[in-house]
């Protein structure tokens, strides 16, 4: 190739590269709905690592795809490729370019993360990597309160246990205990997990969140619900022969819905109130 | 290549001891030679994939549906423990360390064994009695709590078959420890002189930063799994909760472990590739010192990475954010390969050999992989998919588009050199197809799987999940029938195919200096070395010259 096409198509790939990437990054439609206030974060940042992930897959899979095609032994042609050794700076380049990528991405984490909530349940409660080795009563680990909520106490609380194959919601406020997460929209929520006969992971796909639930190790998640509906709990660690069913819901009330619903179980529940299941506090 | 010409008439051992061979039964014994021990991990480690293999097939028909209709959930735990188990510790760590790493070191750098011959086979013979374990361990139920034995799930289920299993895999750990010291050892010190480290092929640099990592991180796992050991048979309580244990400290300990296993797993594989690429594109390869020094860098980075595999267990902010950082890092180093064999491509002469259709297709494979990982090394992203498809699909691409691409390219590569015979090139171009489309159409909708809300380890799903289930079974099927054409070419070549010249592809490294198969001691008279492994471009007349120098 000629000198100057050879950089105009440099340049018109780079600018195609760009596009695809972006179009990639805003509509790739992979994740389910958003419905926690941590969802858009989470997937903004997912959304951007796309974007970054289909450039590179373009540019190296265009690159392997083109020597394949351009550089193919031809029939009869015995001979070698040129001695070409290596470059200096192309090596620095595609050593600094990565560099500068995934720096740039773990500031990013740690940006969203401190969104999320994340780094709250340590700042918070004075915990320091020792309680790693904690017993059942000491600081929670998981997604604390976001910036927005800090200091403020969450508006419900609900104590969650897991156990062979089924989640336990108790919500100690009300002493109602039920077999599916009921939380209203657009509220503070703290979920208190805890596990006592095997490792369990509560996960809600549509709230991006996940914390797992240890014998032994108080963990927490702390969320907003942003959107009304019914969304399912998945276990996520694997806990025995029927781990894959076990599964429950969410629903996310309008605050009278949730009242409604709350009022209803209150009553429901009265006669059995000390049966209440054993969780860690 | 005139000095070994030269070097021919110093020869001081006779004809009859060199052209010695091995029987077909000195395989089956306790032999010494580092080619036949390699040939013994090869062989036997492809039995396993085999076996391995078919508990996929089984677990993949199960999911074919969202109910648990094919294997009582229970036996479906131990088909998935003992599938990643078994292709882990029996296929892909012995075939790339033992099987290539045996057979080629020596040969690679000019000796005539490895420095200690019996420790290396006293490991080899630690495998048999290890994958026996296993599958005998299915008369108990079989081990059911995963690859990972986390406590307390692998404290209460199946007690024996989960003792049987972490025997098995303290056995493994024990060979791969004996092995690595090996490595070590026979590179430092029993490199011919004349080979500077700079000549050195890239596949020893890679076998010695695997070395290194084998024997930094495997003792952590055997003292990990033998406290657990010590739980479910001793009454002790390392990892018994409501005794004052600690559940999440044997993850760290697993995981100290078993990341730099991922690395064990692909660092002989990225040697493998680094050459036959240069071979197949009759070009040297770009930067040897990048590559060589990434392997390193990659060792010394993936000891501390481990906690990316905890984002949501019990641990504290500051570790998953530390984590995700490090972790990140380590794309670096990979990435650095990753060009560096593009780069070779780029100008070279590419010959479509079935050994440089699959190093291609690993190299396009690998990215998806590396890509995928690096978002699952970011605590927030991870939060969402850990646990799920997505990390299914993920170790997918990097070990079977990754490793098993890579050990499928050795083989292909370096089958005249092993057997002294052809394998079939149009079979392997089948079974490349075949292989390629069907590790993609299992693999690639298992991300979305994982990010729609499909957990892994499940025997049961959420009904939503089946049309995308359905396609990775059929793609399943496909890969389950692409091993037929290989096995079969394998076994048939090896039996019947063409004689192979002693240097068929035209390669540099000193392996191809010997006859095909290698007569026992290796060499008549040691090789030396005269010009770099991947001088091609350069070195074509020389090339001739090895070819007669050495019949
Ligand atoms: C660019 C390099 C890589 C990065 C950044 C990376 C990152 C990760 C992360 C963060 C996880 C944990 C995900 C989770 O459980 O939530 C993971 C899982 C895994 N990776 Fe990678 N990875 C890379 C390359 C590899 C390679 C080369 C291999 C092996 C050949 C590999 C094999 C695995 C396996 C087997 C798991 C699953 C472990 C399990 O939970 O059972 N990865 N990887
Ligand atoms: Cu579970
Ligand atoms: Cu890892």
């Given at each position: 190739?000629?000198?100057?096409?050879?950089?105009?198509?440099?340049?018109?790939?780079?600018?195609?590269?760009?596009?695809?990437?972006?179009?990639?990054?805003?509509?790739?439609?992979?994740?389910?709905?958003?419905?926690?206030?941590?969802?858009?974060?989470?997937?903004?940042?997912?959304?951007?690592?796309?974007?970054?992930?289909?450039?590179?897959?373009?540019?190296?899979?265009?690159?392997?795809?083109?020597?394949?095609?351009?550089?193919?032994?031809?029939?009869?042609?015995?001979?070698?490729?040129?001695?070409?050794?290596?470059?200096?700076?192309?090596?620095?380049?595609?050593?600094?370019?990565?560099?500068?990528?995934?720096?740039?991405?773990?500031?990013?984490?740690?940006?969203?993360?401190?969104?999320?909530?994340?780094?709250?349940?340590?700042?918070?409660?004075?915990?320091?990597?020792?309680?790693?080795?904690?017993?059942?009563?000491?600081?929670?680990?998981?997604?604390?309160?976001?910036?927005?909520?800090?200091?403020?106490?969450?508006?419900?609380?609900?104590n969650v246990t897991g156990m062979q194959y089924a989640w336990?919601?108790?919500?100690?406020?009300?002493?109602?205990?039920?077999?599916?997460?009921?939380?209203?929209?657009?509220?503070?929520?703290?979920?208190?997990?805890?596990?006592?006969?095997?490792?369990?992971?509560?996960?809600?796909?549509?709230?991006?969140?996940?914390?797992?639930?240890?014998?032994?190790?108080?963990?927490?998640?702390?969320?907003?619900?942003?959107?009304?509906?019914?969304?399912?709990?998945?276990?996520?660690?694997?806990?025995?022969?029927?781990?894959?069913?076990?599964?429950?819901?969410?629903?996310?009330?309008?605050?009278?819905?949730?009242?409604?619903?709350?009022?209803?179980?209150?009553?429901?529940?009265?006669?059995?109130?000390?049966?209440?299941?054993?969780?860690?506090? | 290549?005139?000095?070994?010409?030269?070097?021919?008439?110093?020869?001081?051992?006779?004809?009859?001891?060199?052209?010695?061979?091995?029987?077909?039964?000195?395989?089956?014994?306790?032999?010494?030679?580092?080619?036949?021990?390699?040939?013994?991990?090869?062989?036997?480690?492809?039995?396993?994939?085999?076996?391995?293999?078919?508990?996929?097939?089984?677990?993949?028909?199960?999911?074919?549906?969202?109910?648990?209709?094919?294997?009582?959930?229970?036996?479906?735990?131990?088909?998935?423990?003992?599938?990643?188990?078994?292709?882990?510790?029996?296929?892909?760590?012995?075939?790339?360390?033992?099987?290539?790493?045996?057979?080629?070191?020596?040969?690679?750098?000019?000796?005539?064994?490895?420095?200690?011959?019996?420790?290396?086979?006293?490991?080899?013979?630690?495998?048999?009695?290890?994958?026996?374990?296993?599958?005998?361990?299915?008369?108990?139920?079989?081990?059911?709590?995963?690859?990972?034995?986390?406590?307390p799930l692998s404290l209460i289920t199946a007690n024996t078959?989960?003792?049987?299993?972490?025997?098995?895999?303290?056995?493994?750990?024990?060979?791969?420890?004996?092995?690595?010291?090996?490595?070590?050892?026979?590179?430092?010190?029993?490199?011919?002189?004349?080979?500077?480290?700079?000549?050195?092929?890239?596949?020893?640099?890679?076998?010695?930063?695997?070395?290194?990592?084998?024997?930094?991180?495997?003792?952590?796992?055997?003292?990990?799994?033998?406290?657990?050991?010590?739980?479910?048979?001793?009454?002790?309580?390392?990892?018994?909760?409501?005794?004052?244990?600690?559940?999440?400290?044997?993850?760290?300990?697993?995981?100290?472990?078993?990341?730099?296993?991922?690395?064990?797993?692909?660092?002989?594989?990225?040697?493998?590739?680094?050459?036959?690429?240069?071979?197949?594109?009759?070009?040297?390869?770009?930067?040897?010192?990048?590559?060589?020094?990434?392997?390193?860098?990659?060792?010394?980075?993936?000891?501390?990475?481990?906690?990316?595999?905890?984002?949501?267990?019990?641990?504290?902010?500051?570790?998953?954010?530390?984590?995700?950082?490090?972790?990140?890092?380590?794309?670096?180093?990979?990435?650095?390969?990753?060009?560096?064999?593009?780069?070779?491509?780029?100008?070279?002469?590419?010959?479509?050999?079935?050994?440089?259709?699959?190093?291609?297709?690993?190299?396009?494979?690998?990215?998806?992989?590396?890509?995928?990982?690096?978002?699952?090394?970011?605590?927030?992203?991870?939060?969402?998919?850990?646990?799920?498809?997505?990390?299914?699909?993920?170790?997918?691409?990097?070990?079977?588009?990754?490793?098993?691409?890579?050990?499928?390219?050795?083989?292909?590569?370096?089958?005249?050199?092993?057997?002294?015979?052809?394998?079939?090139?149009?079979?392997?171009?089948?079974?490349?197809?075949?292989?390629?489309?069907?590790?993609?159409?299992?693999?690639?909708?298992?991300?979305?799987?994982?990010?729609?809300?499909?957990?892994?380890?499940?025997?049961?799903?959420?009904?939503?999940?089946?049309?995308?289930?359905?396609?990775?079974?059929?793609?399943?099927?496909?890969?389950?029938?692409?091993?037929?054409?290989?096995?079969?070419?394998?076994?048939?070549?090896?039996?019947?195919?063409?004689?192979?010249?002693?240097?068929?592809?035209?390669?540099?490294?000193?392996?191809?200096?010997?006859?095909?198969?290698?007569?026992?001691?290796?060499?008549?008279?040691?090789?030396?070395?005269?010009?770099?492994?991947?001088?091609?471009?350069?070195?074509?007349?020389?090339?001739?010259?090895?070819?007669?120098?050495?019949?």
């Amino acid at each position: 190739m000629k000198q100057i096409p050879l950089g105009i198509v440099t340049l018109i790939a780079g600018i195609l590269i760009t596009l695809i990437s972006l179009w990639v990054g805003q509509n790739n439609h992979l994740l389910p709905e958003q419905a926690s206030a941590q969802a858009p974060l989470v997937d903004n940042f997912f959304n951007v690592m796309v974007a970054i992930g289909t450039a590179l897959f373009l540019v190296v899979q265009g690159a392997i795809l083109f020597s394949v095609i351009k550089f193919r032994r031809r029939r009869g042609d015995n001979t070698d490729g040129e001695p070409i050794e290596g470059s200096f700076p192309l090596e620095i380049l595609w050593t600094i370019i990565p560099g500068i990528i995934v720096i740039g991405l773990g500031i990013y984490s740690v940006d969203v993360y401190t969104e999320m909530g994340g780094m709250d349940a340590i700042s918070h409660h004075g915990m320091t990597h020792e309680s790693m080795m904690a017993q059942p009563n000491s600081n929670p680990i998981g997604i604390g309160s976001t910036p927005a909520n800090e200091g403020k106490p969450p508006s419900l609380v609900v104590n969650v246990t897991g156990m062979q194959y089924a989640w336990l919601f108790n919500y100690p406020d009300s002493n109602v205990n039920t077999g599916e997460l009921h939380v209203p929209v657009g509220q503070d929520v703290l979920l208190n997990i805890s596990a006592n006969d095997v490792i369990h992971s509560f996960w809600i796909p549509q709230f991006r969140l996940k914390q797992d639930a240890i014998p032994g190790q108080a963990t927490q998640l702390r969320f907003t619900a942003t959107k009304t509906g019914q969304y399912p709990v998945v276990c996520a660690e694997l806990c025995g022969g029927y781990h894959g069913s076990m599964r429950t819901s969410v629903v996310v009330h309008t605050p009278e819905e949730y009242d409604r619903w709350l009022a209803e179980n209150r009553i429901a529940q009265q006669p059995e109130m000390d049966r209440t299941v054993a969780v860690n506090p | 290549m005139t000095q070994l010409e030269t070097s021919q008439i110093t020869t001081v051992v006779t004809e009859h001891e060199l052209h010695q061979r091995w029987k077909w039964y000195d395989y089956f014994t306790f032999n010494i030679d580092h080619k036949v021990i390699g040939i013994q991990y090869l062989v036997t480690a492809f039995v396993f994939y085999l076996i391995g293999g078919l508990m996929a097939m089984a677990i993949r028909i199960e999911l074919n549906t969202p109910d648990a209709d094919f294997l009582d959930p229970n036996l479906y735990n131990a088909f998935m423990t003992n599938h990643g188990t078994l292709m882990i510790f029996m296929w892909i760590v012995p075939a790339a360390i033992g099987g290539f790493g045996n057979f080629l070191v020596p040969l690679m750098v000019g000796a005539r064994d490895m420095a200690f011959p019996k420790l290396n086979a006293i490991a080899f013979w630690l495998n048999p009695p290890a994958g026996a374990l296993l599958l005998g361990s299915f008369f108990f139920g079989g081990s059911q709590s995963g690859w990972t034995a986390y406590p307390p799930l692998s404290l209460i289920t199946a007690n024996t078959a989960q003792t049987m299993w972490i025997l098995a895999i303290v056995l493994v750990g024990t060979s791969s420890i004996l092995g690595a010291l090996n490595f070590v050892v026979t590179i430092l010190k029993m490199k011919v002189p004349s080979m500077q480290w700079t000549q050195m092929p890239l596949f020893c640099w890679a076998i010695l930063a695997t070395s290194v990592l084998a024997l930094l991180s495997t003792p952590v796992l055997a003292a990990g799994l033998v406290l657990l050991l010590f739980d479910i048979n001793f009454g002790t309580s390392f990892f018994k909760p409501d005794a004052g244990g600690n559940v999440v400290l044997y993850q760290h300990l697993f995981w100290f472990y078993s990341h730099p296993a991922v690395y064990l797993m692909i660092l002989p594989i990225f040697g493998i590739m680094s050459e036959v690429i240069p071979v197949h594109a009759r070009k040297p390869i770009f930067g040897y010192k990048a590559i060589a020094y990434s392997s390193l860098a990659i060792c010394v980075i993936g000891l501390f990475v481990w906690v990316h595999h905890m984002f949501t267990s019990g641990t504290p902010p500051w570790m998953r954010m530390f984590f995700t950082i490090s972790t990140l890092i380590v794309a670096v180093p990979t990435g650095v390969k990753i060009f560096g064999w593009v780069a070779t491509l780029w100008g070279g002469k590419i010959r479509f050999t079935s050994a440089m259709l699959f190093a291609i297709g690993l190299l396009s494979m690998f990215v998806v992989g590396g890509l995928g990982g690096v978002t699952l090394g970011t605590a927030p992203f991870d939060l969402h998919v850990h646990d799920t498809y997505y990390v299914v699909g993920h170790f997918h691409y990097v070990l079977f588009g990754g490793s098993v691409f890579g050990i499928y390219a050795g083989i292909y590569h370096w089958f005249p050199k092993i057997t002294g015979r052809m394998m079939n090139e149009t079979w392997g171009r089948v079974h490349f197809a075949l292989t390629f489309v069907g590790t993609h159409l299992t693999f690639l909708p298992m991300h979305q799987l994982g990010l729609q809300g499909m957990p892994r380890r499940v025997a049961m799903y959420d009904p939503q999940f089946a049309g995308i289930n359905h396609i990775c079974t059929i793609g399943a099927i496909v890969l389950g029938i692409s091993v037929l054409p290989f096995f079969f070419n394998a076994i048939w070549s090896w039996l019947y195919g063409p004689k192979a010249a002693d240097n068929p592809w035209d390669a540099l490294t000193l392996e191809w200096t010997t006859s095909s198969p290698p007569a026992i001691e290796n060499w008549e008279v040691l090789p030396v070395v005269t010009h770099g492994p991947y001088d091609y471009g350069r070195t074509v007349e020389v090339n001739q010259t090895v070819q007669t120098a050495s019949i």
